[in-house]
């Protein structure tokens, strides 16, 4: 009775032996040998369960699919936790990068990010920034400066009318945008009040000159008869 219960006892053994070999095979093989942080992995396809805090990121060729454990999920993909399992889960036809299925990050070629959304062209009342394609709103102008010194001919001083001008800057929106905007400016006409040095008030001259032309008409007058 002792051999045949050695004997099962022998293959018993055996056979957990050969179980426990197979799970370390499948531990330690899988897709390019790779099952880093896998809890389950197969030769065939890969990873299928991760380890806690990873994610699970299916890669498909054709029917075939493949299992790998990440700890950030990798470009045009984005984690989601669950209870059971994290997986990382495919962006938006459109968007290149992701937060979540409805927020994107960066778009695809020929779209512009508004918003979290990718767009054929940006709505109205925004403006595509070029480098990074993302519609940001337009420019709101700063308010207006003060006013320039009263300029004429190059000149602040002198006689008669100059022009006085002032600016605003239009800058984007939000301080973090850099989107290029123009600036502003209007002029106005001003009197010049402050004389040149060496240079005579025009109307004390204009008086002087009334005078004379005043005296010249009454020199000229011919006189009355009898006014002597």
Known sequence: ?????????????????????????QAGTGLGGNCTGCVICSEENGCSTCQQRL????????????GKCVH?????FFGIR??????????????DSCFSQDFCIRCKRRFHLYKGKCLPTCPPG???????????EECEPSP??????????????????????RVREAGPA????TASCRVLSESRKCPIKRLCPGERNPRQ??????????????ERRPQQPGSQ
């Not at 001259?205 to 009454?218: N, Y």
């Open 1 to 25: 009775m002792r051999a045949p219960l050695c004997l099962l006892l022998l293959v018993a053994h055996a056979v957990d032996m050969l179980a426990l070999h197979r799970r370390k095979k």
């Open 55 to 66: 994610f699970l990121f299916i890669r498909r060729e054709g029917i075939r699919q493949y």
């Open 72 to 76: 950030d999920c990798p470009l045009g």
């Open 82 to 95: 669950g209870q059971e399992a994290n997986r990382c889960k495919k962006c938006g036809a459109t968007c």
């Open 126 to 136: 925004t403006l595509t920034h070029q480098s990074t394609r993302e519609c940001q």
């Open 144 to 165: 207006w400066g003060s006013w320039s010194p009263c300029i004429r001919n190059g000149k602040t001083c002198g006689s008669g009318w100059g022009l006085e001008t």
């Open 174 to 177: 939000k301080q973090e945008e």
């Open 205 to 218: 001259k204009s008086r002087k000159d009334r005078r004379q032309r005043k005296d010249r008409k009454s």
